[in-house]
T-cell receptor
Framework: AQSVTQPDIHITVSEGASLELRCNYSYGATPYLFWYVQSPGQGLQLLLK??????LVQGIKGFEAEFKRSQSSFNLRKPSVHWSDAAEYFCAVVPFSGYSTLTFGKGTMLLVSP | KAGVTQTPRYLIKTRGQQVTLSCSPI?????VSWYQQTPGQGLQFLFE???????NKGNFPGRFSGRQFSNSRSEMNVSTLELGDSALYLC?????????????FGPGTRLTVL
């Protein structure tokens, strides 16, 4: 079955430290890949997306993600975390070009310590 | 441009009742998708509408239904509410139906079933 795995439910990072959130997918072919962020009580905001081409993708708010086909991974990174980055992060995929249906991972809650 | 709007933002119902949630997409967007978010199951796809036609449906019982109007506004209906229907219901719009297009999410409707 097609799936998206975010192995870390919670991650705590000190402010100013670097961040990496993991995402692995299981699909027959490379899907479209997305990272969304959700602040408490809010909807989802797109951070970045990967369709094809350069495997290092730049997004908003200083985030980037690297697609690794051999590992079926699409990990999200940020070199220096700010307290305002505390939120829940979701990796998502769209497996077929004809549909817009997003399949989400379970999410990773990021806590930022002073 | 105004973002995706959802009404109402909060709703409390009792078991057995029915509820209708509304979503207004971004102007010019013709595709509207609905997702259910719960702590246990995470984000799950409900259905997608494009040009008033349901294009795709998730694995939910027939109590969950939706429709789209000619102005692209969408409603979803849940009949015979159950406690497990308590969730955040998110609506997302995109300009076209291709899977790679970004979906823009609304703030959600928080439904509580007592």
């Amino acid at each position: 079955a097609q799936s998206v795995t975010q192995p870390d439910i919670h991650i705590t990072v000190s402010e100013g430290a670097s961040l990496e959130l993991r995402c692995n997918y299981s699909y027959g072919a490379t899907p479209y890949l997305f990272w969304y962020v959700q602040s408490p009580g809010q909807g989802l905001q797109l951070l970045l997306k990967y369709f094809s081409g350069d495997t290092l993708v730049q997004g908003i708010k200083g985030f980037e993600a690297e697609f690794k086909r051999s590992q079926s991974s699409f990990n999200l990174r940020k070199p220096s975390v700010h307290w305002s980055d505390a939120a829940e992060y979701f990796c998502a995929v769209v497996p077929f070009s004809g549909y817009s249906t997003l399949t989400f991972g379970k999410g990773t809650m990021l806590l930022v310590s002073p | 441009k105004a973002g995706v709007t959802q009404t109402p933002r909060y709703l409390i119902k009792t078991r057995g009742q029915q509820v209708t949630l509304s979503c207004s997409p971004i102007s010019g967007h013709r595709s509207v998708s609905w997702y259910q978010q719960t702590p246990g199951q995470g984000l799950q796809f409900l259905f997608e509408y494009f040009s008033e036609t349901q294009r795709n449906k998730g694995n939910f019982p027939g109590r969950f239904s939706g429709r789209q109007f000619s102005n692209s506004r969408s409603e979803m209906n849940v009949s015979t509410l159950e406690l497990g229907d308590s969730a955040l219901y998110l609506c997302a719009s995109s300009p076209v139906i291709a899977g790679g297009n970004e979906q823009f999410f609304g703030p959600g409707t928080r439904l509580t079933v007592l």
